[in-house]
């Protein structure tokens, strides 16, 4: 069965992140992961207190660098460490833990611009909520964009309201669409992440959020499996009331439904989680990541199926 999909090298069905970099700069593009000491309005108290409640101390920063080293030395450690592996890539800063724009201007001025123009890097990536994103604040972020290319990830997680208010997200949909907006407005690339599997979802309605982020105005997404990470608000939830989790076929069936609703122009950034093992309490079956890469792959190909089939 031949494979006409367009926006692959690696005989894919879905928009590879890899198709996207290497079109764009047609060379190796790698992005290094920075923790620049921010928070996050649901853990100072602005809005709640503890933070997402699958997210850990770290702030979804595991694989950033160390906090206690400026941002440039975060920076150059690791990408002396990627430059072994490919001598000639360029880089994107990603500013990854916490909430990357959850401060006055100033502070995002002194954190982003050292890296605007390095010449090894082609971009910024910065990880934040769709609440901290003001009219100033998207303004600002697209005078950044006129100087090199500025990625935003906002994370959605889901759809639906109420499982926000089971992990504490503190932000309901209509308040993501609004910040979403926002950086549309000012001309900025956008890529949202749910999350499969979070407590007490359905099929349908996990299917739901991805039919209905397939309909929003963004250009990547993430498609993150749920894992419990141990010493977190939801690993104490789980072990004091069990719900149900997803099995690894589960998990890769759904996926595969769900990219049929997402347009062929998406980006897709990611298709599993990325547990740090030390960490990890359940699901076990989410540590093989290339595994269920291959399988969706697998089942892709077995049913004749692309991304973007159904929209």
């Known amino acids: 069965m031949k494979n006409n999909f367009p926006y692959t090298l690696d005989n894919k069905r879905y928009h590879t992140y890899n198709y996207f970099l290497k079109k764009k700069y047609h060379t190796k593009v790698a992005k290094v992961a ?27 920063g595991e694989y950033a660098g160390n906090v206690n080293d400026d941002l440039m030395k975060q920076f150059n450690d690791q990408k002396e460490i990627m430059r072994r592996k490919w001598p000639h890539c360029q880089f994107i800063p990603y500013f990854q833990a916490f909430t990357n724009t959850y401060a006055p201007i100033e502070t995002l001025k002194q954190r982003f611009e050292p890296f605007l123009h390095l010449e090894d890097c082609v971009g910024l990536a910065i990880a934040t909520r769709a609440d901290c994103i003001t009219e100033e604040i998207a303004q600002y972020l697209g005078t950044l964009n ?7 990830e906002l994370g959605l997680q889901s759809i639906h309201d109420e499982t926000s208010k089971i992990i504490n997200r503190c932000e309901d949909f209509e308040t993501f669409k609004k910040g979403l907006s926002l950086l549309r407005k000012y001309g900025l690339e956008v890529c949202v992440h749910i999350i499969n599997g979070l407590p007490y979802e359905t099929h349908e309605m996990m299917l739901e959020t991805a039919i209905e982020v397939g309909k ?16 977190t608000a939801l690993y104490l939830q ?21 990219l049929r609703h997402i347009p062929s122009h998406v980006v897709v950034e990611r298709l599993t989680g990325d547990a740090m093992i030390g960490q990890l309490f359940e699901p076990q079956w989410s540590i093989r990541k290339t595994t269920i890469l291959n399988d969706i792959d697998k089942l892709m190909a077995k049913n004749d199926i692309y991304q973007g089939d159904l929209v």
């Open 34 to 60: 920075l923790n620049a000491d921010f928070t996050c309005p649901n853990r100072d108290g602005s809005k709640g207190v503890g933070g997402c409640s699958f997210c850990s101390s770290m702030g979804a």
């Open 146 to 152: 006129k100087e090199t290319d500025i990625y935003i």
């Open 216 to 231: 929003l105005d963004i250009q990547a997404i993430k498609i993150h499996s749920l894992y419990i990470m141990k010493n």
């Open 238 to 258: 789980y072990m004091n009331k069990p719900f149900p989790l997803l099995s690894r076929d589960d998990y890769i069936s759904l996926v595969v439904e769900q």
